[in-house]
């Protein structure tokens, strides 16, 4: 089974490591906003049982020093090349895909509309959509939480405003407490919860969303093997895309392309023709 495999957002860093981002099929970046970001106070990484919990936080340079010093360095990569766009409103969203339009270089845009570690924006994820539609012709995918309720109707809305593709899932949000102490293990509390607890949560917002709407899905959450990826394919995935294994296993896409590819008797997508990252892009 050929499945693009990509990172997912912030768990690789592709001028720190690019022969790991050379063996992707896209390469995605962390999220930038329009104005630098310091991040989160440390401890923002702990890890816990069945995954790990982070509160980074968009740490991020800022949309003008990416373009005028990491984009170049990335595009020397050779590897296609998706940022990721997060903002505290519509119009912060909206600058950054307007500056990103702009560069040749980049082939796709994920809106990361689902930080569990930042105040969200007032807008609702499809005025977020519908206003960077309006500031971009490039490819537009729609990174969603896994602990919005009816994650089908959300797909639906950020569809009809424009959206080319669904990333599925954002870390969910959890909490670790000292045990010693009581008090959080991450300074700012709460934090993303990512890794192998999120496979079959991730598996049931593909499932729903492949079912509510006719786009393509890179599926994420948890994923380690060929199997896992396999199941979110099943489930209605057409790219899939590893986070924190990296950390554990920076050659896991290696891996995994070749545990799929070996897959035998791996249920096709559930109801729905896969669609490809290519032909995605170029939508
Ligand atoms: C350390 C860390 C940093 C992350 N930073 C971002 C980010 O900047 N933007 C984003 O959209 N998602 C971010 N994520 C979420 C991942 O892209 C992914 O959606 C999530 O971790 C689930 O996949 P996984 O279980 O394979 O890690 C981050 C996750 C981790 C662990």
Aim: aromatic share 4%; with cysteine; glycine share 8%.
């Amino acid at each position: 089974m050929s499945v693009p495999i990509l990172n997912a957002s912030g768990c690789l860093d592709a001028l720190v490591a690019p022969d790991v981002a050379r063996t992707l099929d896209a390469f995605v970046t962390k999220t930038v906003t329009l104005l630098p970001r310091e991040g989160n106070p440390p401890p923002r990484i702990a890890e816990v049982e069945h995954g790990m919990l982070n509160s980074i936080g968009l740490q991020n340079p800022g949309i003008d020093a990416f373009v005028s010093e990491a984009l170049p360095a990335l595009a020397e990569l050779g590897v296609p090349l998706w940022v990721s766009v997060g903002g505290f409103s519509a119009r912060e969203y909206a600058h950054v895909c307007e500056r990103l339009d702009e560069c040749e270089d980049v082939t796709t845009i994920e809106l990361n509309l689902s930080c569990p570690n930042v105040e969200e924006a007032a807008e609702t994820a499809a005025e977020i959509t519908r206003a960077a539609r309006a500031a971009t012709s490039k490819p537009l995918y729609a990174k969603l939480s896994p602990a919005t309720w009816d994650l089908a109707a959300l797909a639906r809305a950020v569809a009809e405003a424009g959206a080319d593709g669904l990333s599925l899932v954002n870390t969910i949000r959890g909490l670790a407490l000292d045990p010693a102490t009581g008090r959080p293990v991450l300074a700012r509390g709460a934090g993303g919860y990512s890794g192998p607890a999120l496979l079959p949560i991730a598996a049931a917002c593909i499932h729903a969303c492949a079912h509510a709407v006719d786009l393509p899905i890179v599926g994420m959450g948890g994923v380690a093997s060929g199997a896992d990826a396999a199941m979110l394919v099943a489930a209605g995935a057409s790219a899939i895309a590893i986070g924190t294994a990296l950390f554990a296993d920076p050659l896991a896409a290696e891996r995994i392309r070749a545990e799929l590819a070996s897959a035998v008797g791996t249920p096709p997508a559930a109801d729905r023709d896969s669609r490809s990252l290519s032909q995605a892009s170029s939508a």
